[in-house]
């Protein structure tokens, strides 16, 4: 029975080393894969301005967020996203950098929502942006991280889609119907919706705009073949880098978000039956309206969370298989187990010089039957483990798994051990 | 001229890549070492019921939090240290865990405190602490571990010492000198400004409970050879492992917080100049504290931040030296630069092979004279720069560093790309 005062918050997690390594697992991957495509890594503070996130977002992100007013009487929030931050780091230092940036960062974000499968309070964000470049040769870049980023976690092209939209193709379609540039986001909203509301609710609310929802849904059914150029530019980009098979034109992902300018898209798993995995798109204008138009910046960028992705990789084999892998504890290289109390120098001396050329050892502290060791080494998961007893400098190495142990030297424990470390 | 407005809040900072390079550094340092001692990492909550924080301390701590009421109307806090997150999780799954336990965090932590010198609002605490262990042995592995974090980055017995202290010292002493239990934390907390109160200060605070200063100085400066068992095993356990050139016995470290209860420490640059690098002891009490008695287990553990080590670190030739050798950009193994448009498949195709075999590789994303495209490969710290042009399959690779070029085939640029990488 556990008091309900040693609980995390609603949802907040508690992560022990056994569900951390979880965490560890996807910040390793998403690291190494946006390393590989030249993205450097930075990080912004965890608090803001509230004023940056008001500036920036439209959307229902201003009342999820945990906003307060500091002890200096600042209106401040904790960061829901990362994006904010971003622009106004580049903006500050706009000058000093070499374009295009590729960055990313992965950290912490809040929003006060109902927690549920997918959703948290506080949940980790990868973000990757390009900023410097307007072509849809950046767009395509950043699609193959994040297309890279899945397919380095054991998803493949059978398990999850990207669904690739242009809010460009919208806003000519808006044009066409006659709609005011003011109407526009509204009409945005609609369309964003349409999955989720029923047809009688979208149909009454896009007559409100003087358009059928016949008109929008054959649009993106049937998209007119030159609807998106810079589609066309991701598609062959994307066919040359051999990753074609993983994107589709669709019309209906528009993105809540108002910043967006252009190509969006968003990843889903492929039997949609999850949230979306990660999002992004186009957003060139987030720079102007942070420094109130004085510079300017094309962007592109995604974000994708720890928690959908989570529970992609529990449905999908192949990536289950990688993840249990990588999860294995192997937290220990060697077990020093004291058989005789007076050779304890002799141990820790031992210890300091595995250790210090970077092999992983834990050992008693307190005196315990050697019994009780050995069981504490397997229940570590130690490769090895090494009695030291009184007849050292002679030691007796036992390899855990199979329970073949051998009389070694000092020397020769020394030398068997430290190549397995380098090895791993 | 850059706009208040793109200034982080007071206290907090922006860490793009070339700043964040040090975090990395300090963050890779700390796990590498913890996990050579055995310890796992785990990661709690930012926010947390403020409860916690009242329960768990005293000092200052409570008037420093970032507090604030959240949309639930609870009551919560971001963290201002890990040890209260890392009490209740232990507490909370106590039956599950195998003792004892060895785990690490390494997290941000807030305190609305004046912004100074190696004093931050947001900073980065890396946490080690051993839970079921209530022997000096303990206390000595964390010590070990603090002491070759700090060794690990290139500082050694000039730069910096450990100060090791004995609360038990400091009760005996208050019990022999007639106080009350009710006395001694009070007493405690004028040992504790002894360094830093004028000495007519302390003299009237300690007057007030029947000591005199002089009594207490002579204390700390001619300490009684039996003061501290707990110090003499720390200090043969650290002896037997090469590491006693690091620590002293001094008394005057009591460490602010009231749940301290056995041995503390404290690590200072030698100079003295600079605020503690790092500070912890032994809190038998916490999990008690958190479950109202019904649970109890020792513990020990320490914290080292980011500021003050990163203050230290400038401080010291060697240590400049190792972080200046890390924080070196390499964040690109191979730039492709396209000298023909119409190779442009072929280079990403090409980026893919490289990228899928773990190459850090970047290329162009619009149409840029190649002469741009050399000079940006030099700014990233491109290791080689291969130009791909009409006479595609035959590449030209450079090396940056020495201007040396030659031309290879396709597969020969592959397989003199891929090995470079795997050997990084």
Known sequence: MISTSLQPLPGFRDLDPDKYALRAYLSRTWRSVAERYGFVEWEGPTLEPTELYLK???????????RFSDQGGRDVSLRPELTASLGRIVAANYLSYNKPLKWFEIGSCFRYEKPQKGRLREFVQFNADILGEGGAEADAELLALAIDCMRALGLGASDFVVRVSDREAWLSFATRHGLTPEQTPDFLAVVDKLERDRPEVSEQKLAALG??????MDFIQNPPNDVSPRYETVLAELQARGLAEYVQLDLSVVRGLAYYT?????????????RAVAGGGRYDDLVSTLTDG?????????????????????ECPSARV???????????????ALAAAEMRPQMLLLASTLRDAGVRVDLPLSTVK???QLRHAERLGATYTAIIG???PSIELKRMATRESEKLT???LICALIPHRAAN
Do not use: N, W
């Not at 004085?294 to 529990?314: C, K, W």
């Not at 990688?322 to 020093?336: E, G, I, N, T």
């Open 56 to 66: 920036k977002s439209g959307g229902e992100l201003p009342t999820q967020l945990f």
């Open 211 to 216: 358009i059928s929802r016949e008109s929008v």
């Open 262 to 274: 252009g190509l969006v898209f968003e990843i889903f798993d492929k039997a949609h039956s999850l």
């Open 294 to 314: 004085s510079l300017s910046m094309p962007a592109t960028g995604f974000a994708m969370g720890d928690a959908v992705i989570a529970h992609l990789i529990e």
């Open 322 to 336: 990688l993840r249990d892998a990588a999860l294995a504890p192997r937290s220990c290289d060697v077990y020093l």
């Open 370 to 372: 050697l019994s009780r």
């Open 390 to 392: 009184a007849e050292f």
């Open 410 to 412: 000092l020397e020769e």
